[in-house]
């Protein structure tokens, strides 16, 4: 218990340069973002696909035997590759899963792609997983919390959650955030509180999320 005591406060690291990613990778961050600008050819693809109004959920397992396998994402969407970039935003999706399985040594992503018109996930709480990717190409992007913002013995409490959505502590369209969960080695309850956000009526989002299989 006094080891558990003496850990650094979880905070959250937050930068326009890649590099930023690394930091999840230190005890005391669980959450990093990148906050990328998304090529503008990838963001018309992805408002293109939304403005189609179709239902898309998509799940892959991928798996990566050594850095140069070769990533099989032919039928990522492929309802959709007659819209202008679908190979630019394959490209990209390609791009990030090589980043992600760089950063950690992985040999097995879990890819999930979705086109979501309302909150999947609209109470605060923690993923009960290692590390996940996770990345809005067009719409309001997670909400997240700074350590010590809504007490954990109360998640999933709606009268303890904030009033409002601290100010910025959302994920704009593009930005790559490695949220931290509780399975992380050493991470047991502190894994970063986040929601979905509240989507409007008539608008949607493309969120894509890579998870750490092994």
Known sequence: MQALA???QPRVATSDNLAVLSEA???EV?????ERRLPLHISDYAQCLLGLGEPLSESLTLELPDPEATLDLDSLARRFADIDGHAA???DVAWLVRAFACLLDARRIGLRLRRLDRAMCPRYHVDHVPLRLITTY???G???LQEGQMPRSRLGDPAAEPKAVPAGQT??????ALFKGEKWLGNEGRGVIHRSPDVMPGDARLLLTLDWLA
């Open 142 to 144: 997670s909400h997240w």
């Open 171 to 176: 994920l704009a369209p593009g930005h790559v």
């Open 89 to 91: 935003f394959l490209a």
């Open 25 to 27: 990778l230190r005890d």
């Open 6 to 8: 003496l850990r650094p």
């Open 30 to 34: 669980n959450l990093a973002v990148w």
């Open 138 to 140: 067009a719409g309001v």
